[in-house]
């Protein structure tokens, strides 16, 4: 399966931004599917996930409560919703897909990268 992410750009501090993760080849269904990112000289972190029916999500801890991930399976496209961003919020954002039957945290689980696209949060 091949991911496009899109949706970055610059925005303040408390602002939104949308990001969209579209998804061609396989069935879509298929995947859970999820976001990470990566800051200037800081490894790569678990950013949210959703299981293949999009019923079940998960977040990291930094973005609990303000983070929103959600599917739509007949557009093939996952998205972040990202509200009250923070400055520590910037960073480069992948889109990723596995074909495991669970959620999964640990990025060497998936099968499948984007090529990433660049939040960033100024004050």
């Known amino acids: 399966v091949q991911l496009q992410a899109s949706g970055g750009g610059l925005v303040q501090a408390g602002g939104s931004l949308r990001l969209s993760c579209a998804a061609s080849?396989?069935?879509?269904?298929?995947?859970?599917m999820g976001w990470f990112r990566q800051a200037p000289g800081k490894e790569r972190e678990f950013v949210a996930a959703?299981?293949?029916?999009?019923?079940?999500?998960y977040y990291a801890d930094s973005v609990k409560g303000r983070f929103t991930i959600s599917k739509d399976n007949a557009k093939n496209t996952v998205y972040l919703q990202m509200n009250s961003l923070k400055l520590e919020d910037t960073a480069v954002y992948y889109c990723?897909?596995?074909?495991?039957?669970?959620?999964?945290?640990?990025?060497?689980?998936?099968?499948?990268w984007g090529q990433g696209t660049l939040v960033t949060v100024s004050s």
């Open positions: 990723a897909a596995t074909t495991i039957k669970y959620i999964s945290t640990y990025g060497p689980n998936y099968d499948y």
């Open positions: 080849g396989r069935p879509f269904g298929n995947y859970v």
């Open positions: 959703i299981s293949w029916s999009g019923g079940r999500t």
